[in-house]
């Protein structure tokens, strides 16, 4: 960590360490009866306050203790957006362990191996991943006891689980009275892998200063915008990236919670949404599609649900007219990535772009926005020279700010900044009024001969086709042209469109060396364990696809 030299005359104020802590102690002290509601694993509704939250949190800090967890040991979970793992957020954290939690849609082996390279001392988990647990154990070799989160009339009768402990027995056996301690803000706070589409995961280990700060950054108005008048559902895990970093922005806020748990279908997320007023929601692409699909099937509107951020993977423009028009739901696009807590752009206009026609203002927001205040970005060329934002010259997205890593967790994959930046490994355009568009990750642009040709602008106009509900891009080898770009489509049920009428699609749309030069049909498009399309398996299933104009 860079030391910085101090001015002879120091600033007097308070020194208050920016600890998580501090986040439950507000919403327990000025949101005392502000709700928390829970789909619980066991399939009923749960519903507490922000105090109960408090009191539990603390209960289970000195569960941790009895267990001999000290400072910096780290505690995983595996659970769904709940109740009982938002106390994990704060007992653990705030006791000075930290939260390591991992996605359970990884294949075992991965979660066995992120457990062991973490070095994890205890794993609370939901007993939705009982079967994960019992697949791992064994093979976890630093995990002194697993924590199933349920009551005890849960709990299984015959594991074969060494040290299997119920979580409500373990806390109920506990006082509530704990003081959190405090210590340098920063500490690490929590720990997430990134998903390690190439290689194997690497740990990125926030602090309790980076949280806070990305706390106070994410709430703005014209980032998240979270405030307590919103009740706000995240459908983005707790698994990934802190679930957008909400868990704690509400409590930073005073806006009610509503968490979804394993039902992440329409209808079930729809009923929620209904019966708890939801204002405000967030989530990948993927998972407002179950969402819309069932809305509109059924005819139905939302009552209360006014906002949405929507991330981690660009969001089809179809996808951001749909929820506007039809639903009368705001949508703000976001870019993040776990190596930045997530947040680093979010895309609200302008005052001077209030009177511009509707359409100059739809493809405003549908880039990935401006950097939220925290963050700084530029993109460079390959020479790391640093390129206009003039909204047509592309090159590499290098960012920094206090809530972005500066390494890697046991500094895996070794210096990671390029003079103090951190290479994202997305290639974007920055326009004149400084916001980011991604045109791809650079491991999915397209070459063709000697040009790029990004794969999301062709995503999004083959979803803007009725028939079409899922698309995506990709680069197959061409002797002419090195890579030329094939289109890989879900139709949506009931739906036809044939090749042809989709390469016409393009037409007017897009430069005519960028259109497909050919479109084959799936039944679906594997996705991976955040929800996001996974292109490199795509690749692998068309390596040898000969295209018609090879
Ligand atoms: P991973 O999927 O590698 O574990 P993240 O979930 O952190 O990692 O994903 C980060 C990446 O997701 C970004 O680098 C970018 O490529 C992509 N991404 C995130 N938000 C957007 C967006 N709004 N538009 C396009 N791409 C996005």
Redesign the pocket.
């Known amino acids: 960590m860079v030391q910085y030299p101090q001015s002879p005359l120091m600033g007097r104020m308070m020194s208050q360490p920016l600890l998580i802590s501090s986040l439950i102690h507000h919403a327990d002290r000025y949101y005392p009866t502000t709700e928390i509601v829970s789909r619980r694993v066991e399939g009923d509704i749960h519903r507490y306050t922000y105090r109960d939250c408090h009191r539990r949190s603390r209960q289970l800090a000195n569960a941790l203790k009895k267990l001999g967890v000290v400072m910096g040991d780290r505690i995983a979970t595996l659970a769904w957006n709940g109740y009982r793992h938002l106390e994990a957020y704060y007992g653990v954290s705030g006791s000075g362990a930290v939260l390591h939690t991992i996605n359970p849609r990884l294949h075992p082996e991965q979660v066995a191996y992120i457990a062991n390279h973490a070095e994890d001392q205890y794993l609370m988990f939901d007993m939705t991943f009982l079967p994960v647990i019992e697949a791992v154990a064994a093979h976890c070799k630093t995990i002194k006891g697993f924590i199933a989160l349920c009551d005890r009339d849960r709990m299984p009768a015959d594991s074969k689980i060494a040290n299997l402990m119920c979580y409500e027995e373990l806390i109920a056996a506990e006082s509530d009275q704990y003081e959190w301690p405090l210590f340098d803000e920063n500490s690490a706070s929590s720990l997430c892998y990134?998903?390690?589409?190439t290689g194997n995961p690497k740990g990125a280990l926030y602090s309790h200063r980076s949280t806070l700060l990305h706390s106070y950054a994410s709430a703005l108005p014209d980032a998240l915008n979270v405030s307590a008048r919103d009740v706000v559902l995240p459908v983005v895990p707790m698994f990934?990236?802190n679930a957008w970093g909400l868990p704690y922005s509400v409590m930073l806020t005073g806006a009610k919670i509503v968490f979804p748990g394993p039902a992440l279908d329409g209808k079930s997320l729809y009923e929620l949404f209904e019966q708890e007023k939801v204002t405000f929601s967030a989530g990948v692409p993927t998972v407002w599609l179950g969402l819309l699909t069932y809305v509109g099937q059924n005819k139905l509107t939302f009552s209360s649900f006014k906002r949405t951020v929507?991330?981690?993977?660009?969001?089809p423009p179809a996808m951001m007219k749909t929820l506007r028009h039809d639903y009368g739901v705001e949508v703000v696009?976001?870019?993040?990535?776990?190596?930045m807590s997530?947040l680093g752009t979010s895309c609200t206009l302008l005052a001077k772009h209030e009177n511009l026609p509707e359409e100059q203002k739809q493809a405003k927001l549908e880039k990935?926005g401006r950097a939220i205040f925290g963050v700084d970005m530029k993109i460079v060329d390959d020479d790391g020279k640093e390129l206009p934002w003039d909204g047509k010259t592309y090159g590499n997205l290098l960012v920094k700010g206090p809530w972005v890593v500066d390494g890697y967790f046991k500094s895996e994959g070794g210096d990671v900044l390029e003079n103090g930046w951190f290479p994202?490994?997305?290639v974007a355009v920055i326009d004149d009024e400084g916001y980011l568009q991604?045109t791809d990750?650079s491991k999915d642009v397209i070459k063709s001969g000697g040009e790029w040709i990004g794969t999301?602008d062709l995503e999004n106009i083959a979803v803007a086709h009725p028939a079409v509900l899922q698309a995506a891009c990709i680069g197959v080898a061409h002797p002419k042209w090195d890579e030329r770009p094939l289109l890989v489509v879900v139709k949506k049920p009931g739906a036809d469109v044939s090749k042809e009428e989709l390469i016409q699609f393009y037409e007017g749309k897009i430069a005519k060396w960028w259109t497909p030069d050919d479109v084959v049909f799936a039944e679906a498009l594997p996705l991976?364990a955040?929800g996001?399309i996974l292109k490199n398996k795509i690749r692998e299933t068309y390596r040898d696809y000969k295209l018609p104009t090879a």
């Open positions: 990134t998903s390690g589409t990934h990236v929507i991330g981690g993977s660009a969001c696009h976001a870019w993040g990535m776990t190596e997530p990935q994202t490994g997305d991604i990750r999301i991976g955040t996001k």
